[in-house]
């Protein structure tokens, strides 16, 4: 697999053999930014990397037993020719990483974000890098904090070629190491508080928790989310604070939806992240939260709008269709009947061709109104299609669903006074009735009711007509 080599790879190669850095243990000063790396970007894994000769080997690692690779197949052999931090969204659309081993293999690298660490002179050593197994973008802010801690890397690399150029000439000393130590550190306290401002500033809520799911941090937004203050939720359980049925197991890496509990006791929808670390030898989880409360009124908004007819505000035909095989399940199981009324109204298009189309809704939200007050509380009322209606009534005898449909048309046929003027129609009603005991689909039971609504009309119109029992 190719992999670019720098017009100064012979002095690169130096620069990094003279600072002694490869196949040492590993150090705190370069272990705290890989840490910061996986919390901050919520990846699992981060590493600091030096691009030898032949192999990439691998100083600081989070989330990776690799402790090096062939430069062949190492991502930051192309970060190092960079002069930006070189961003891989999704490492199978790309055709320089689609067919590295490292990607194809299962749970393989699908992001990479690297940052190249350079020596003072500018010569590429390496970089530090986040992985992530799936896809995915970082936002501005994400990428300049990786920036910032790539300085940081960066700082602790020219601190080396310091102490070395005081080490050659004579002119360093232990104290002088450790006060440029002391200020790395200072540093990196400093880059850890910016963070923490970030996350404290964060419009979601973050939560960590311990491995007995004990509070260790909570921001501000987890404040305003649940009602509990920071000092009141520190060392406590989650499971009394939120989750009262339990703290969800295992990694979420994909946001799943969760109810969570708020202190006043009501449920509060959250779509939740959970990055489990190991933490100097303890295991702590990071809880993203993020309210979901207006997303899912919408999607029930949505939901219901899709089932209701817009003009007269009853069930629509997709509403019908999921209501009768309900219905006729629940006849099946009480063995009692079910009847289907299909009607159409007699005289609508004249209505629409005399006074306009504003004239015809006005006058189908009124019979929507009318028939939904002359059936039972039981019954369903649902607009089929332009002038057609269907009407469900369960637990009902074949005469009383015969006597009902001419109560309709009687109701029906009542002047109807518009805003223009007062209107006449009349409805022809096709009745099939529905027995437990008969093998009949929805389809067919709705085809019966509508051949018959047909045999209404042909008859003379403002009747009701009987469905011939199922074939």
């Known amino acids: 697999m190719n992999y670019p080599i720098l017009p100064d790879e012979e002095a690169r190669l130096a620069a990094l053999y003279e600072l002694a850095l490869l196949d040492t ?34 100083k600081s690692r989070v989330g990776t037993e690799l402790r090096e690779t062939s430069r062949s197949v190492a ?47 500018g010569l590429a050593l390496g970089s530090l890098c986040a992985v992530d197994t799936r896809p995915r973008r970082l936002s ?35 104290s002088s ?84 509990a708020r202190r006043d006791g009501s449920s509060l929808p959250v779509e939740m992240r959970i990055k489990s670390l190991d933490i100097e030898g303890r295991r702590q989880r990071s809880l993203f939260l993020h309210d979901v409360t207006e997303r899912i009124q919408l999607e029930r908004l949505r939901d219901l709008e899709a089932r209701e007819d817009a003009l007269t505000q009853l069930p629509n035909r997709r509403a019908l269709d999921e209501r009768l095989p309900e219905a006729m399940a629940r006849t099946r ?26 004239a015809g809704d006005e006058l189908l939200r009124e019979i929507a109104k009318r028939l939904s007050a002359a059936v039972r509380e039981t019954d ?29 048309i009687d109701t029906l046929e009542q002047p109807v006074q518009l805003q223009e003027a007062e209107v006449h129609v009349s409805a022809s009603i096709g009745v099939a009735l529905y027995k437990p005991d008969v093998s009949e689909t929805a389809l067919e039971l709705l085809k019966r009711a509508d051949v018959a609504m047909y045999n209404a009309k042909h008859a003379g119109k403002a009747q009701a007509c009987m469905a011939d029992a199922p074939a």
């Open 140 to 174: 501005d802010a994400e990428i300049n904090a990786l920036k910032d801690l790539g300085s940081i890397v960066t700082d602790e690399i020219h601190l080396r070629e310091r102490f070395l150029f005081e080490k050659q000439r004579r002119e360093a000393s232990q």
């Open 333 to 358: 199981r009480q063995q009692t009947a079910l009847a289907v009324l299909f009607m159409d109204l007699d005289g609508f298009k004249a209505v629409n061709d005399l006074h306009g189309h504003a």
């Open 25 to 58: 243990p590993e150090e705190p000063a370069f272990d705290r930014v890989t840490r910061l790396v996986t919390q901050l970007l919520n990846v699992p894994t981060s590493t600091v990397t030096l691009i030898d000769a032949k192999r990439q080997w691998i």
């Open 75 to 121: 991502f930051c052999a192309h970060t190092i020719a960079e002069s930006a931090p070189l961003i891989v969204e999704d490492t199978r659309e790309d055709p320089r990483f689609a067919d590295n081993p490292l990607v194809t293999v299962p749970g393989g690298v699908r992001f990479y974000a690297g940052i190249p660490l350079r020596t003072s002179k």
């Open 177 to 260: 190491l450790e006060a440029l130590h002391l200020d790395l550190e200072n540093q990196i306290e400093r880059r850890t508080r910016e963070l923490n401002l970030v996350i404290e500033s964060a419009y979601d809520a973050y939560i960590s928790i311990d491995d007995n799911d004990l509070v260790l941090d909570w921001n501000r937004a987890a404040t305003t989310m649940f009602g509990w203050t920071r000092r009141e939720a520190l060392a406590r359980s989650i499971e009394h604070l939120i989750f009262p049925d339990g703290m969800p197991e295992g990694d979420q890496q994909t946001p799943v939806t969760y109810y969570a």
């Open 380 to 408: 369903y009322v649902a607009r089929w299609a332009g002038d057609e209606f269907v009407v469900l009534l369960e637990n009902i005898a074949l005469d009383a669903a015969e006597r009902l449909a001419r109560q309709l």
